[in-house]
């Protein structure tokens, strides 16, 4: 789909096995349900924000909320594209990028969900992957950021896979409890050197100034 005003609708990422890209509106309700379904063991808490805490109702509406608010306090100075991942034509996870002030600072950092039923599939492997190209080759990127709490194993390993070296550590605040956020960045020659999947990016020239390019 391409919109005049709006031609982010029109970006298309594709992997062997994974298609990213803005969702209708019924792909969008359908996101939500996946995470009302629960992306993770209740008893952990993955996130630094702990938005899964809520009742499942609450939890699908406030992602749908989430998404739109993203797009309506989009600015190419301050912005976050939420991709729906689509794997056989089914909506599995969310994965973003998003930056501050991208045409000066040139640095993406990177967030992700995924439907606990399609975990332990190299999935999150390949949906950091093709926002990664998106950032590096796609928009001229110089390093990406990520960060998992420390007891994050997935996270974790899928940061090493792809090239990522430790950059610090934070302590924070999650459900009372005291956490360590592990750092990682990723330059452009890291990037270079542990691409392994195959990325395809349509319809990007007309959203450049989207992001600042």
């Known amino acids: 789909m391409t919109l005049t005003n709006w031609p982010l609708y029109g970006l298309v990422l594709r992997t062997p096995r994974l298609e990213l890209r ?7 309700d359908s996101a939500g349900d996946l995470a009302a379904e629960g992306v993770h063991d209740p008893a952990a808490m993955p996130f630094a924000t702990p938005w899964t805490d809520a009742p499942p109702a609450e939890r699908g509406r406030a992602h749908m909320q989430f998404h739109w608010r993203q797009l309506a306090e989009w600015t190419p100075e301050n ?3 939420q991709l729906a991942v689509f794997l056989d034509g089914r909506t599995v996870g969310v994965q973003s990028v998003g930056a501050r002030d991208f045409a000066v600072v040139r640095e993406v950092g990177t967030g992700s969900w995924l439907g606990r039923r399609f975990q332990g599939r190299g999935v999150g492997t390949e949906m950091r992957a093709a926002v990664l190209a998106l950032a590096f080759e796609g928009l001229g990127a110089e390093t990406a950021v990520s960060a998992a709490f420390a007891d994050n194993a997935a996270s974790v390993a899928v940061s090493r896979k792809l090239g990522y070296e430790p950059n610090g550590t934070e302590r924070v605040r999650v459900r009372d409890e005291r956490r360590i956020d592990r750092r990682f960045v990723l330059d452009r020659a890291g990037w270079e050197r542990h691409r392994t999947v195959d990325v395809e990016i349509r319809g990007l020239a007309s959203c450049l100034p989207f992001f600042g390019v």
């Open 22 to 28: 803005l969702p209708d509106l019924r792909e969008l």
């Open 79 to 81: 912005w976050t594209l």
